[in-house]
């Protein structure tokens, strides 16, 4: 892991600080525009700024250095987790994030729970009644669900659902309304429900029909093996053979798509905040790619790398659980 992760940073650090558009060209395109409309004329592009303003500002923000000894340093202030401060809102990196980080945690921790808790007893009931009516009608509809652009289903929501043109049953941004601080509980469960439906069925849309298919194929996989024949010529009921035989070992690669588990903490889709106005990891994420904000972009990919190598050890941990055959030692 530790070797994973420093080669992820650094190549990570050395494509960042190589890509044009930095801050420090940024900084020199508003000082030249700025120059520009206090000199009264157009041009501003023609305003030259010094050499020594220049080195001032590489010096200011540590690009005067090589960029491994940067990275050295970058390196060094991860062990205390210390990013510096972000360029474009001039505050430490970790506020910046930790002011977003709600809305990307609520909605991905509410869509992994809901996708496992729906999918798991649906994808198995589906492969217990396979080609029956029920199993194709689903099927259809999954197959639809999974086929439609995220864009396209937030679009369609919000045009039907949203006011746009047709019913206004959800609100559009934010993620409560007007006076929720002074709701009672269970009001204020059922503004956020309100507000969290649409962007949820977003998040929802694709993973949901996957881990389904996912679900259903390996445990009619696991039923057409030589060990539930057995069971079954044993006498046991096909309660017993379904659910305590089988269920275990079709669980396996389940269990093998929780290893980004963690990564729901940083579950950003640029896409949904973007049309939903929500202000979440994802669109922090877009808007530092275009303001060239490093310490704020190494930050989104140093915390989520490190997230997913713990959830990959806690998957091969969690292996020897479902499956004890499985042994590390």
């Not at 994030?97 to 921790?109: D, N």
């Not at 929500?278 to 140093?302: E, K, Q």
Request: charged letters at 15%; one cysteine or more; glycine letters at 8%.
């Amino acid at each position: 892991m530790i070797p994973t992760l420093f080669g992820i940073s650094l190549f990570c650090f050395v494509i960042i600080n190589m890509a044009p558009g930095g801050p420090i060209e940024r900084i020199i395109q508003q000082m030249k525009f700025a120059g520009a409309a206090g000199g009264g004329g157009g041009g501003g592009s023609q305003v030259g700024v010094s050499e020594e303003v220049i080195e001032a500002l590489k010096k200011q923000y540590g690009f005067d250095k090589p960029i491994l000894v940067r990275y050295g340093i970058w390196v060094k202030n991860m062990v205390t987790l210390d990013f510096g401060d972000s360029f474009t809102y001039q505050e430490p990196v970790v506020d910046v994030i930790m002011q977003r980080f709600p809305v990307s945690l609520q909605f991905g921790l509410i869509s992994l729970l809901l996708v496992y808790l729906i999918c798991i007893p649906l994808g198995i009931f589906k492969a217990v009644r396979d080609g029956s009516p029920f199993d194709n009608a689903t099927s259809m509809v999954l197959f639809v669900m999974y086929s439609i652009p995220t864009v396209m289903m937030a679009i369609l929501l919000i045009v039907f659902f949203a006011g746009s043109s047709f019913l206004d049953w959800f609100p559009i941004g934010e993620l409560y309304s007007d006076g929720y601080e002074y709701k009672s509980f269970f009001g204020k469960v059922v503004d956020r429900a309100h507000h969290f439906i649409l962007p949820l069925i977003c998040y929802m849309l694709h993973s949901f029909s996957a881990l389904t298919f996912l679900m259903k194929n390996s445990f009619l996989d696991q039923v057409k093996l030589d060990y539930v024949r057995t069971a079954r010529a044993k006498g046991l009921d096909e309660h017993t053979v379904l659910y305590k035989h089988t269920l275990r070992n079709a669980l396996i690669p389940i269990v093998t798509g929780l290893n980004s588990f963690l990564l729901v903490m940083f579950n950003g889709s640029i896409i949904i905040e973007q049309i939903f106005q929500l202000d979440g990891i994802g669109l922090l994420t877009f808007r530092a790619v275009l303001d060239g904000d490093y310490n704020v972009l190494m930050a989104l990919i140093f915390i989520p790398a490190v997230l997913l190598l713990i959830g990959r050890l806690l998957t091969d941990i969690a292996y020897t659980f479902v499956d004890p055959r499985i042994d590390f030692k």
